[in-house]
């Protein structure tokens, strides 16, 4: 199993994903031993909401190349970012929420396929969209109307850098379209030094 040896972590992912699914009411393969630290060229625009440099700071503490936002929808504000120490592969978890409590996920990382099977599977036999996630090939998930429990399932967006292990995850409650134009917009994080 990917996260045999974390203890109660496996749980705690599929908790992640499970509860951002459902809130939300991500085509990739995983694996490789290490990051690629530049996965694509930085573009010259902003981090949405002033986030660059706590981008950066969990970028060093990782170790590999992080990209962020340069659009997200107007009244939303960063929630979380956090780099779990201890998970077995490292992976960045970033939450953008508004006042409703709608919220945007962003998981970026070496999670692997298992983990990105697990993410997938309420879309099972839907049609996905070939999209762009910072220049990269991505699989745009369509919103899904409801799960077996009747809960909304938004839009998600998988997306792997074919010249390294990273899987870039967006999950979104919003809709196909806001969530294609945040994926589009993502851009790799750089220092201004």
């Known amino acids: 199993?990917?996260?045999?040896?974390v203890g109660g972590w496996r749980a705690g992912v599929a908790a992640i994903a499970a509860v951002t699914l459902l809130v939300a009411g991500c085509n990739g393969g995983g694996g490789g031993d290490k990051p690629n630290d530049s996965p694509?060229?930085?573009?010259?625009?902003?981090?949405?909401?002033?986030?660059?440099?706590?981008?950066?700071?969990?970028?060093?503490?990782?170790g590999f190349g992080l990209y962020c936002p340069t659009f997200l929808p107007?009244?939303?504000t960063l929630d979380l970012i956090d780099a779990p120490a201890?998970?077995?592969?490292?992976?960045?978890h970033v939450?953008?929420?508004?006042?409703?409590?709608?919220?945007?996920?962003?998981?970026q990382g070496y999670m692997g396929v298992e983990w990105r099977d697990t993410v997938?599977?309420?879309?099972?036999?839907?049609?996905?969209?070939?999209?762009?996630?910072?220049?990269?090939?991505?699989?745009?998930?369509?919103?899904?109307?409801t799960d077996v429990e009747g809960f909304a399932i938004g839009p998600i967006v998988i997306a792997q850098d074919l010249?390294?292990?990273?899987?870039?995850?967006?999950?979104?409650?919003?809709?196909?379209?806001?969530?294609?134009?945040?994926?589009?917009g993502m851009r790799l994080v750089e220092s201004s030094s």
């Open 1 to 5: 199993m990917l996260w045999r040896g």
């Open 40 to 62: 694509s060229p930085a573009v010259d625009a902003p981090c949405a909401l002033d986030t660059a440099q706590q981008f950066l700071e969990q970028q060093e503490a990782l």
């Open 74 to 76: 107007e009244g939303y």
């Open 86 to 92: 201890e998970a077995e592969t490292p992976f960045l």
């Open 95 to 107: 939450v953008f929420k508004d006042a409703e409590g709608n919220k945007i996920t962003l998981l």
């Open 120 to 145: 997938v599977q309420p879309y099972e036999g839907l049609d996905t969209q070939l999209i762009e996630y910072a220049g990269i090939a991505a699989a745009l998930y369509p919103t899904v109307a």
């Open 163 to 184: 010249d390294g292990p990273y899987q870039y995850i967006s999950t979104a409650p919003r809709s196909d379209d806001v969530l294609k134009q945040i994926s589009e």
